[in-house]
């Protein structure tokens, strides 16, 4: 069973930076593909950050690239976010979320992973 649960959220002042971490409960952690997707209010959920199983490929949002890396300790069941030069924009709920074992499809679409964390709030002030 997968249970995802993000860690790391709160309020920092633009250009700050934040660390977001998600643990997986399960033991299937290695062979699923990691995302992190991002929620604002009346907004619809958009993708932020991926990387496969073995952390060959990492793929990103264009206003995310050079700004977040997204990186993951199988070791740790863990997958993280590390935020830098962050921007009022950037103020959402984060959810992370995992694909099926050995996904190999698309990494983008929210529709393609199976399970979902809670998310975490991550605010950043003017």
């Known amino acids: 069973q997968v249970r995802l649960v993000e860690s790391g959220g709160g309020l920092v002042q633009a250009g700050g930076s934040l660390s977001l971490s998600c643990i997986d409960s399960?033991?299937?952690?290695?062979?699923?593909?990691m995302g992190w997707f991002r929620q604002a209010p009346g907004k619809e959920r958009e993708f932020v950050a991926a990387?496969?199983?073995?952390?060959?490929?990492?793929y990103y949002m264009d206003s995310a690239k050079g700004r977040f890396t997204i990186s993951r300790d199988n070791a740790k069941n863990t997958v993280y976010l590390q935020m830098n030069s962050l921007k009022p924009e950037d103020t959402a709920v984060y959810l992370c979320?995992?694909?099926?074992?050995?996904?190999?499809?698309?990494?983008?679409?929210?529709?393609?992973?199976?399970?979902w964390g809670q998310g975490t709030q991550v605010t950043v002030s003017s």
């Open positions: 979320a995992a694909t099926a074992p050995y996904w190999s499809g698309s990494f983008t679409l929210a529709s393609k992973y199976d399970y």
């Open positions: 990387l496969t199983p073995n952390s060959r490929s990492t």
């Open positions: 399960g033991r299937t952690f290695s062979s699923r593909a």
